[in-house]
């Protein structure tokens, strides 16, 4: 088995070991067809509940307009490599960095084809801030990890959903990951890369998040623009300056000493995920991956404030969770 550090270094691989108990680890892979008219992603795992008796794999499917599926099967049908390169199987259907296979049956039908991935723009991993995380990475026992595999990257292949074939011939894809116990009590979600201009892609989330005997609102948002991953997070000093939700929808402006990120989320029909708490998929997730993101990037330059990017990301996700209010800037 790999050490600590070398999973450290490779997020995409699996980070359970030999963990049976309050345990989940879950990939998203996100692909929006070249024609831009819808989007699926498919979120393959494993979920060890603290009896075990709930235990078992998974692949959810959610589709542009709501529509989800859930394949469960057990927890032995999952297996990984334990070192590079990445690679996972859920029974049947396979995920590598080149691609992923899906076989998926049950009573309402099947899910099946290839849709292969172009090479993946990663969030860096480095010894002072291995991966979206930062120095948090380092955190044991946290209640929930986070990964981003790839911002942005080529698609294509076709999946056939229940007799209807959907094509992703130069189309574009994202991959991130999550991994521990549970996820937040309150959270806001979004991604999307199919901005007019190309190679720009956006993720960011609000989280409360468990620590030691109370808790904090913490913040992470990357920015992939001309080559380039500007950070906006709790760890590199960036601040939540205003936070805004409402029914699928929210707006948040985090600055720091030289810029400014906006970005107002909304539209799109959410469907209902199963999220893990303490292991189990007991928990609910709802998701739209047909909303818009859009987004201002200004720089501080001088004593002025320049807009330096401005624009929409179509067929974006985004979920917000927080009917407990817990998110609010304060």
């Not at 270094?9 to 680890?25: C, H, I, K, M, N």
């Not at 899906?102 to 480095?126: C, I, K, N, Q, Y």
């Not at 074939?165 to 116990?181: A, L, N």
Request: hydrophobic share 45%; proline share 5%; charged share 20%.
């Amino acid at each position: 088995m790999l050490d600590r550090l070398a999973l450290l270094r490779s997020p995409a691989l699996y980070q359970g070991g030999d963990t049976e108990r309050r345990y989940f680890e879950g990939w998203y892979f996100k692909a929006v067809d070249g024609e831009g008219a819808g989007a699926v992603a498919v979120i393959p795992g494993v979920s060890f509940s603290a009896d075990a008796r709930a235990s078992q794999s998974f692949v959810q499917i959610i589709r542009e307009g709501g529509a989800t599926r859930f394949f469960s099967y057990p927890a032995a049908a999952f297996s990984f490599a334990r070192r590079p390169p990445f690679a996972i199987a859920v029974a049947g259907s396979t995920f590598t960095e080149q691609g992923m296979d899906l076989d998926l049956r049950d009573a309402e039908g099947e899910v099946r084809g290839r849709v292969g991935f172009g090479p993946w723009s990663p969030w860096p991993v480095t010894a002072r801030a291995p991966g979206i995380m930062g120095w948090y990475r380092y955190v044991p026992r946290m209640e929930c990890y986070h990964g981003v595999l790839s911002m942005d990257h080529a698609v294509d292949g076709s999946l056939t959903i229940d007799g209807e074939r959907v094509d992703f011939g130069s189309g574009r894809g994202y991959i991130e990951k999550d991994w521990g116990r549970s996820f937040p009590s309150s959270w806001i979600w979004a991604q999307a890369n199919c901005f007019a201009r190309p190679g720009v892609s956006l993720t960011c989330s609000v989280a409360k998040i468990p620590w030691f005997s109370g808790a904090f609102v913490g913040h992470i948002a990357g920015l992939l623009i001309d080559g380039r991953l500007l950070r906006f997070a709790t760890y590199t000093g960036a601040w939540l300056a205003e936070l805004e939700t409402g029914p699928g929808c929210f707006r948040i402006v985090l600055r720091d000493r030289s810029r400014e990120l906006e970005v107002r989320a909304s539209g799109g029909v959410t469907g209902a995920l199963k999220a893990p708490v303490l292991g189990a998929m007991e928990g609910r997730a709802d998701e739209a991956i047909g909303g818009v993101l859009w987004l201002r990037l200004r720089e501080l330059r001088g004593l002025r404030a320049v807009t330096v990017f401005e624009g929409a990301g179509a067929h974006a996700g985004i979920e917000v969770m927080d009917e407990r209010g817990e998110l609010g800037v304060r």
